[in-house]
């Protein structure tokens, strides 16, 4: 396991934008499936994006798709979710979960390590 570190969250317009960090230094994330899950008041925790541990593949939640983008850092201490055209329903704690191999397959994986989550907020 590796301790977890989200970063990046924040209050923002409907409409904008927010970046989210996950970050485990100053071990390297290079050799780990990681995926960001929310979880809104009231609601059960949901998948938003994961990515593999070679970047084979990515995964979107339909409700993010084409406005969410998952990716790594240039040396893979860091896997960020690029977060554009916030909708308040995007409103939610969000966490970033790892778990060690997994080069092809990100989704449904027994992540075992979890960040304390970033508080993301869309409003007016």
């Known amino acids: 396991q590796v301790q977890l570190v989200e970063s990046g969250g924040g209050l923002v317009q409907p409409g904008g934008s927010l970046r989210l960090s996950c970050a485990a230094s100053?071990?390297?994330?290079?050799?780990?499936?990681i995926g960001w899950f929310r979880q809104a008041p009231g609601k059960e925790r949901e998948g938003v994006s994961c990515?593999?541990?070679?970047?084979?593949?990515?995964w979107y939640a339909d409700s993010v798709k084409g406005r969410f983008t998952i990716s790594r850092g240039n040396a893979n201490y860091t896997v960020y979710l690029q977060m554009n055209s916030l909708k308040s329903d995007d409103t939610a704690v969000y966490y970033c979960?790892?778990?060690?191999?997994?080069?092809?397959?990100?989704?449904?994986?027994?992540?075992?390590?979890w960040g304390q989550g970033t508080q993301v907020t869309v409003s007016s």
């Open positions: 979960a790892g778990i060690r191999g997994y080069q092809t397959r990100c989704r449904h994986l027994p992540y075992d390590s």
């Open positions: 100053p071990f390297s994330l290079e050799d780990y499936a």
């Open positions: 990515i593999s541990s070679t970047d084979f593949t990515t």
